[in-house]
């Protein structure tokens, strides 16, 4: 492979920047650019070791750093690797990544380093795949399951699962290829109690997707409502400051206001809307057809209600568009004297919470009733946890296959036939880890990374 570099540290002013260089060519080429104060170069130093000196592009000066060396195979990527460190500036970095590439290293691509380290064995897809999870941690519970999955812990998991029906595999074909020799017949209660075991742990591993979806990246969450409820005052609760305009004049919101912000132990890409009404006032109006869309796509809905005034047909109009969603029914300016009918709207969205925006009372109810709808309340972020739509799929299918496999055992379908369906699920467990990924997978995996990791 060619010797890469890049910046891997933040674009912007800071203590220190790192240029990490990795490859065959990565002493030699941190050699050539860097002079430690010692005297003794780069190429002789052991593996994490430490030298100090000054950085040239050429013959001209650029800083005073810190190189680190890794000699292969121990370092990240698996490759020799050298860590430039010098001051933080902006320019100053960009300078020292210019003089690696200009001594002969390749700017690296998105994710190359940790794709490297997979490549070289240093970790499976699963654990490639929670490096950016670690990053990209927004609070304590996605670190503790991103920590989980880098440690390997979903990877053993699907290695456990795979090599139990390897087993089963190896023994149909041995008896379907050797007929006349003398191995024994095939316990099929086993093969069953063996089948049901795997179904068991995919089903549970799936089942837990959405929780840990809601922990690590996310759930998109519409605030919506007829006009005048209390959205953006719901909105502004949220996200603790005035994100949204607060006005007692109907259509004030007509756009689609977005926040990010943590609740609870969950994160919620908040979207308030425009209240939903017929109207004829063209801009309100387009306002409204994307509040109907965002509630369409949403992973959680926060319908909220005017607790004060008594239920209308425009408010049984919206009823009607949040059942059989995940949704929340928000009676909000409890504050006041309720005349909504609760249960009326209760019997089409079964969770509901009294709530006062204006007093932040019930607030806490709110955000017990989002963990306890998304499956985060009792989460535990130790266990093996499917991070992201590829490993879901992989999953289902593997699970689809046993199932299929259980059917056409249970039918007396012919053993050959049987484990088709098993090499099915092996095939997917073994894409999920990487170990028969092909190279369009990975490409997309490492995709997502940034430059530098």
């Not at 070791?49 to 050429?58: E, K, L, S």
């Not at 998105?110 to 064995?121: C, D, I, V």
């Not at 699920?425 to 990924?437: E, R």
Request: hydrophobic share 40%; with cysteine; glycine share 8%.
């Amino acid at each position: 492979m060619n010797t890469i570099a890049a910046i891997a540290t933040p674009l912007a002013t800071a203590g220190i920047g790192v240029i990490r260089i990795s490859g065959e060519a990565a002493i030699e080429i941190a050699d050539s650019i860097f002079k430690p104060h010692s005297g003794k170069c780069l190429t002789k130093m052991k593996g994490y070791t430490a030298a100090y000196g000054d950085v040239f592009d050429g013959d001209e000066k650029l800083d005073d750093a810190v190189a680190l060396v890794f000699r292969a195979p121990r370092s990240y990527t698996g490759e020799d690797v050298v860590e430039i460190s010098c001051h933080g500036g902006i320019y100053v970095v960009q300078r020292v990544l210019r003089a690696a590439l200009n001594a002969g290293a390749e700017p690296a691509e998105p994710g190359e380093f940790t794709k490297r380290a997979f490549l070289n064995g240093k970790m499976d897809l699963t654990a490639a795949e929670a490096v950016m999870s670690v990053v990209s941690a927004h609070g304590e519970q996605a670190l503790s399951a991103a920590r989980t999955a880098l440690e390997g812990a979903l990877g053993r998991k699907i290695n456990e699962i795979a090599e139990s029906l390897i087993k089963i595999s190896a023994g149909f074909a041995v008896w379907t290829d050797y007929p006349e020799e003398d191995i024994p017949e095939i316990d099929f209660d086993k093969v069953d109690a063996a089948l049901e075991e795997a179904k068991e742990s995919l089903s549970e591993l799936l089942s837990g997707f959405e929780a840990g979806q809601a922990i690590t990246e996310g759930v998109n969450t519409v605030i919506c409502g007829v006009p005048n409820v209390g959205k953006s005052s719901l909105m502004n609760l949220l996200c603790g400051r005035e994100r949204s305009i607060v006005t007692d004049i109907p259509g004030t919101t007509r756009d689609v206001v977005e926040e990010t912000v943590k609740v609870g132990k969950v994160l919620l890409r908040l979207a308030d809307t425009a209240g939903v009404r017929n109207t004829e006032d063209t801009v309100e109006n387009i306002g409204v057809r994307l509040a109907v869309k965002k509630m369409e796509s949403a992973g959680l809905i926060l319908a909220v209600f005017d607790g004060s005034k008594p239920i209308k047909d425009t408010d049984r109009e919206f009823i009607a568009a949040c059942e059989g969603k995940r949704a929340i029914a928000v009676i909000n300016k409890t504050d006041l004297e309720i005349k909504a009918d609760i249960d009326e709207i209760n019997r089409s969205i079964p969770e509901v919470v009294l709530l006062s925006c204006k007093t932040g009372k019930g607030v806490d109810e709110l955000i017990g009733t989002i963990e306890r709808v998304l499956g985060t309340e009792n989460i535990d972020t130790s266990a093996p946890m499917l991070a992201n739509e590829r490993q879901r799929s992989c999953c289902q299918k593997a699970l689809d296959a046993l199932i299929e496999a259980s059917d056409a055992l249970n039918m007396g379908v012919t053993s050959d036939a049987v484990n088709v369906c098993i090499d099915s699920a092996i095939n997917s467990l073994l894409v999920l880890t990487g170990k028969k990924a092909s190279e369009a997978v990975v490409d997309e995996v490492f995709r997502s990374f940034c430059v530098g990791k």
